[in-house]
C-alpha cells in the first residue's frame, strides 16, 4: 500500500472518530425524548435579563438539542451541562434557526462565544460524512463542562462578551449530568 493511500487512510478514520469522540455536539433531528421533569426550565440570568433554559443533561438530549426548531422564545434556549470537563465544539446539524452559543467555566465565566449561523440542511443524495464534514465547528477553546445556547442575535443585544459571567444554579445540575 502506498504512503499516500495510507494517509488517506488514516485521514478518513481519524474524520470519522472526531464526530464521535471529540464531543462534536449540537441541533440534530432526532426521535429522542427529552429528559425535563415537568417542563423543567432553568432561569439563568445573563447580562441582568433572566432566561429559563431546558436542561440538556443526558448524551441524547445534549445531541438534539435545539434541533429541528423554527424559532427560540427570547427568553429560552438550552443549558448543556456534561459530567466531565472538556473541550467542546458544537455544530448547527439540523438547526432551523440561528443560535448563540456561550461556553462557561464551572463559575459561569464564559470562555468562548459564536454566533452560529444556520447551514443547509443535508442534501437528499448527500452523505452523512459529506454532511458532517462541512459542518462549521464551534469550539469552546479550553475544557469545559457547561454550555448556554440562545436565540441568534441575543448576546450581541446584550453586550455579552468572554469574561463576562452568568449567573445560576449548577451544582444540582452536576449532580444529575451523565
Known amino acids: 500500500m502506498t504512503r499516500t493511500i495510507r494517509w488517506l487512510i488514516v485521514g478518513v478514520a481519524f474524520v470519522a472518530a472526531a464526530g464521535t469522540f471529540l464531543g462534536a455536539r449540537g441541533c440534530e433531528q432526532q426521535r429522542v425524548k427529552r429528559e425535563l421533569v415537568d417542563g423543567e426550565r432553568v432561569p439563568v440570568v445573563i447580562a441582568g435579563k433572566t432566561f429559563r433554559l431546558e436542561p440538556a443533561l443526558d448524551d441524547a438530549t445534549r445531541t438534539l438539542g435545539l434541533g429541528g426548531r423554527k424559532s427560540i422564545e427570547p427568553d429560552g434556549g438550552m443549558l448543556f451541562v456534561f459530567p466531565q470537563p472538556g473541550r467542546l465544539e458544537f455544530v448547527m446539524r439540523d438547526c432551523e434557526a440561528d443560535i448563540d452559543i456561550a461556553f462557561l467555566d464551572d463559575a459561569g465565566r464564559v470562555l468562548a462565544l459564536h454566533a452560529m449561523k444556520m447551514e443547509p440542511p443535508r442534501g437528499q443524495d448527500e452523505a452523512m460524512m459529506a454532511y458532517e464534514m462541512r459542518l462549521k465547528r464551534y469550539p469552546s477553546r479550553y475544557p469545559c463542562r457547561v454550555v448556554v445556547e440562545v436565540a441568534g442575535g441575543t448576546f450581541e443585544k446584550l453586550g455579552v462578551k468572554e469574561g463576562d ?14
Do not use: E, G, I
Not at 459571567?165 to 451523565?178: E, F, V
Open 165 to 178: 459571567r452568568m449567573d445560576l444554579d449548577l451544582s444540582p445540575l452536576k449532580a444529575r449530568a451523565r
